[in-house]
């Protein structure tokens, strides 16, 4: 059984392996901001996508996408501002989210959500 603790950062690896197979660029990995952390910042297809990595073991009663609530919308939302401020990136940006499901150390489900929300919160 996978050890709790590994949970995120096998799954941020999953999820980035993931992207990086489906041609996108990653420019960024657990990026602060505030204190708090962006998982992934890559680009696509003229986009800057934030990624949002939510992972699980089998047996968590929650659905890892429900833990991306209005709160941690409008962090990532704030974070994505800054990113682009200081970088000076004229890309549209888009917030998706990938849930990573660990049925044990081998076998897991990823979902990857495009545009998860939209920044008018």
């Known amino acids: 059984m996978i050890i709790q ?5 096998r799954g941020e690896q999953v999820a980035s ?3 990086t197979a489906k041609g996108y ?5 657990n990026w602060y901001f505030r204190k708090k952390e962006i998982d ?4 696509k297809d ?3 996508v934030i990624i949002e990595v939510k992972s699980r073991s089998i047996g968590f009663h929650e659905d890892p ?3 991306v609530n209005i709160k941690k919308q409008r962090f ?11 970088y000076d990136i004229e890309l549209e940006v888009r917030f998706d ?7 044990n150390e081998h076998e897991y489900k990823l979902n990857h959500i495009d545009d998860a929300f939209y920044p008018t919160l």
Do not use: M, P
């Open 5 to 9: 603790q590994e949970v995120g950062k």
């Open 17 to 19: 392996d993931y992207l």
């Open 25 to 29: 660029r990653i420019l960024e990995q």
């Open 40 to 43: 992934i910042i890559a680009e």
């Open 46 to 48: 003229d986009f800057l």
């Open 65 to 67: 996408k429900d833990a």
């Open 76 to 86: 990532l939302i704030q974070a994505a501002n800054a990113y682009v401020y200081k």
């Open 97 to 103: 989210i990938i849930t990573v499901v660990f049925y």
